[in-house]
């Protein structure tokens, strides 16, 4: 069990490392894919690797004279490793998702690798407007067309069906571990979560599917008898949160039971409809997508990410959520007051952990996760 | 945003100590925006519904339709005219909205609505009977919420988060304007193929609110009414380009204050006559000047370029700092790339396509090669030697791309200094960095002067 663990952390760890590693082996294209909602099927179906970019854990230098930092790590991160030629082994980015950090990043990138093609699309954000359908399909027809013009072949819609199938399989099998993890039958850390997930997102899937059918069947340890304080996770949009802020939640008392992390469950939870035609199928799939797993970066007016959440504490039996918000991450700071505010009206513990690219004072976070782990027991005691 | 120029305040210790000679037919326009505010004000006695929108310069189809319009920013900059947006943003922070949001969005959201509830308890900070709770107060809540964001994602969740203050009952219709990329090989200023597909996507979900208006006034639209206020907004903006171009002479007759200060009827103001006097007086006085040779600036020796949002706190203050070393900002990106920029877009018989046109092209819609592109074309035509570049903390969409057009400067012979600060929170600006940074760039540009 903990061999495939090991490759999927080493994976995760070096994303990119990953990528050149197939490429130098296939002699395939490998494509960067940017969060949070482009179908990286069509890019697989194209016969590509799509590997959805990471920030990474160098610090930032050089990107500091194409970027202001009061960014987002993870588009500060983007931007230096750009700029310091970590994206060289890629053939493409598939670009254009709604955030206006994004957006400028992607002009960084074009300026300063003027030979990478930018497949760029962007996303109707506003996913319950009469036209989201047609516009989302003619977007995805785009991209299509556009990844066609790159490998300078067809992509046939029997290879995007059948890459569908490959990717809701995985999708499928991690849930299955949520599943496991969330009835107490596995003992999975949140950082080997992570990096079940997180090696999804730019591993060759055949091999990722392989990998985790073989993990599913191996003898499973379960978690500790000793109680500990159950918990959510909630945020973290784009990027992964940082390995230390996830063994320290783990090490005050805390068992992360559920979340909603895009490394997590918000990347797993919807499958693409196999029978329908493929771009309407993709469509319905990016458009269904926030009906499910809230998403603050969408404008949606029946979605309450605060209702999702209260809903999904209560169904892992989690004792108390913890949000972990990226610093400058406008549309989770736009919508955090809301969950604040439910989550103290109900009366479920709740904290706030801000995180940054750099790191965070780690003894400070220690001492407030230990009074919130004290809090969330007393609180399931009383 | 008018309003701001006026705030009292000194002028900064700083240089030579001039001022900047600002134009007179400028106060026009705050009779029209205090008007226009009275009006908004009397919205509901008269019986009009109400639409809070942010965005674009949307306001005509509002206008052709008889309702009353409320622009958040425009909201957020008049309550901060009157000193009002710290109490707002203290509110918004203990609420929990994070000091770096959007500080126009943290001073709408956090004053205009939040407190308004609790101006009746006390509990804002503000008595009750206190000026600036008496003006809050008068705000006509809205009966429809229209988003219409080119470019800023961060405004569209501004909206979102409006719309379920409200208590998610009052009707919002979000308007898509989406980035022109320009990646493909016909892309250009106004051409090209995603230039033509995006006009139309964007004029059909114009259409599409012209419905949702009627749908929430149970009254047909009136599209020749639309061009009859399009009529006015065309020549009006004509008159403002003709102004602008006025201000390639030497020295400059106004200054890019002037154009700042010349935004807001332009951008929320009813399209009737007194636009177009407004612009009628603006472009008499510029022409004057410029045949008296009087600048906007006394013995203008540099000429600059303003690129980021305006710092609103520091309108007239900023002004007199560059005055008072010589330096005329003459244009601007925001200024002078918005803002019914290309009238003649608009067939005033079919109004609407045009109309989606000239919100596409707001100065941050652009990918960046086009609009440095047309940066450039800007700084050429009025004989730019330095750019202002203000990193406005809270304003990703328009600091994007700042570092690009700094390097784009540089490359044409043109010196570059950025400065921090913010549209509508005040904490940011730092002023001795701009004196410090400002002094020295007047200086490379001297010595440049002098190699010349």
């Not at chain 1, 960084?108 to 036209?131: K, M």
């Not at chain 1, 479920?348 to 965070?360: K, R």
């Not at chain 2, 208590?167 to 200023?189: E, N």
């Not at chain 2, 002479?249 to 154009?259: H, I, K, L, N, R």
């Amino acid at each position: 069990m903990e061999d495939v663990l090991d490759l999927f952390e080493d994976v995760a760890a070096d994303s990119l490392g990953y990528a050149r590693r197939w490429k130098e082996e296939t002699g395939g294209r490998v494509i960067g894919v940017l969060p949070m909602h482009f179908p990286a099927e069509l890019a697989h179906a194209a016969g590509a690797l799509p590997v959805i970019l990471q920030e990474d854990e160098e610090p930032i230098t050089i990107g500091h004279k194409s970027v202001f930092n009061f960014y987002c790590g993870f588009n500060r991160s983007l931007i230096d490793q750009a700029l310091r030629g970590k994206f060289s082994g890629l053939d493409a980015i598939m670009f254009g998702d709604h955030c206006v950090q994004l957006l400028g990043t992607a002009d960084v990138i074009r300026a300063n690798i003027p030979g990478l093609p930018i497949l760029f699309n962007q996303l109707c954000s506003i996913i319950d407007a009469e036209w989201a359908l047609a516009e989302t399909e003619r977007t995805f027809q785009q991209l299509w067309k556009e990844l066609e013009t790159l490998i300078g072949r067809k992509i046939d819609e029997a290879d995007v069906r059948a890459s569908i199938r490959l990717f809701n399989r995985d999708r499928g099998l991690m849930r299955r571990l949520y599943d496991l993890r969330r009835n107490g039958q596995i003992a999975l850390s949140a950082r080997q979560m992570q990096a079940v997930v997180k090696s999804s997102m730019v591993m060759d899937k055949a091999q990722h599917c392989a990998l985790l059918e073989r993990f599913l069947t191996q003898k499973r340890s379960e978690p500790s008898a000793v109680r500990s304080v159950r918990v959510f996770l909630s945020g973290h949009l784009c990027h992964a949160p940082k390995l230390d802020i996830l063994d320290l939640i783990e090490t005050c008392g805390g068992r992360v039971v559920d979340d909603d992390l895009y490394h997590g469950f918000r990347f797993i939870f919807a499958d693409i409809d196999e029978q329908a035609p493929p771009v309407r199928a993709l469509a319905d799939w990016y458009l269904s997508r926030n009906r499910k797993v809230p998403c603050p970066t969408r404008a949606v007016k029946g979605a309450d990410w605060e209702q999702y959440l209260l809903k999904a504490v209560a169904d892992c039996r989690a004792d108390g959520l913890i949000v972990l918000m990226a610093k400058f991450c406008e549309p989770h700071m736009f919508f955090y007051p809301e969950i604040k505010e439910a989550f103290e009206r109900r009366g479920v513990p709740h904290l706030l952990v801000e995180t940054e690219h750099e790191g965070v004072a780690l003894e400070a976070l220690k001492t407030r996760l230990e009074t919130f782990m004290e809090i969330t027991r007393r609180a399931v005691a009383a | 945003m008018l309003n701001l120029v006026d705030r009292p305040g000194p002028s900064p210790i700083f240089g030579n100590g001039e001022r900047a000679n600002r134009l007179q037919s400028t106060r026009f326009g705050g009779k029209l925006v205090n008007a226009y505010w009275e009006s908004l004000f009397r919205a509901k006695e008269e019986g009009k519904k109400v639409v809070w929108y942010n965005g674009t310069y949307i306001p005509p189809f509002f206008h052709a339709h008889d309702l009353a319009w409320v622009h958040g920013e425009a909201w957020s900059a008049y309550l901060a005219a009157k000193h009002g947006e710290m109490p707002a943003q203290k509110a918004g922070e203990q609420r929990g909205y994070d000091r770096e949001l959007c500080s126009y969005a943290r001073t709408h959201i956090g004053q205009a609505l939040i407190d308004l509830g609790k101006l009746k308890d006390g509990t804002l900070g503000i008595a009750p009977d206190d000026e600036r709770a008496v003006t809050m107060a008068k705000l006509p809540p809205p009966d429809m919420i229209i988003n219409a964001y080119p470019y800023c994602s961060s405004g569209q969740q501004w909206d979102d988060i409006t719309y379920r203050l409200f208590g998610k009952k009052v009707p919002m219709f979000t308007v898509s304007i989406p980035l022109l990329w320009g990646g493909r090989p016909d892309a250009g200023y106004l051409r090209g193929e995603e230039w033509e597909q995006r006009s139309r996507y964007v004029a059909d979900q114009l259409v599409a609110m012209t419905r949702f208006l009627e749908e929430h006034t149970g009254r047909k639209y009136n599209f020749d009414r639309l061009s009859e206020v399009m009529g006015y907004v065309k020549k009006a903006a004509r008159l403002r380009l003709e102004a602008m171009d006025l201000c390639t002479a030497t020295p400059s007759p106004a200054s890019f204050f002037d154009w700042i200060v010349s935004i807001a009827p332009v951008n929320f103001l009813p399209g009737d006559q007194n636009l177009v006097t407004y612009f009628e007086g603006v472009k008499a006085e510029i022409k004057e000047r410029a045949e008296r040779g009087i600048g906007a600036v006394k013995d203008e020796k540099y000429r600059l370029f303003f690129d980021g949002m305006m710092n609103w706190n520091k309108v007239g203050w900023l002004a007199d700092k560059f005055a008072a070393v010589n330096a005329c900002v003459v244009a601007g990106r925001y200024t002078h790339m918005s803002f019914w920029q290309e009238p003649e877009l608009i067939d005033l018989d079919e109004p609407v396509l045009g109309m989606a046109q000239n919100y596409l092209i707001c100065p941050n819609n652009h990918g960046a090669p086009i609009m440095i592109g047309e940066i450039e074309r800007i700084c050429d035509k009025f004989g730019i030697g330095g750019m202002v570049m203000h990193a406005s903390r809270t304003c990703r969409g328009m600091t994007n791309s700042q570092f690009l057009i700094a390097e784009s400067a540089k490359r044409n012979g043109r010196q570059a200094l950025f400065f921090e600060g913010d549209v509508a929170d005040e904490s940011f600006y730092k002023d001795e960095l701009l004196n410090t940074r400002l002094e020295a760039m007047i200086e490379s540009m001297e010595a440049q002067r002098r190699a010349a």
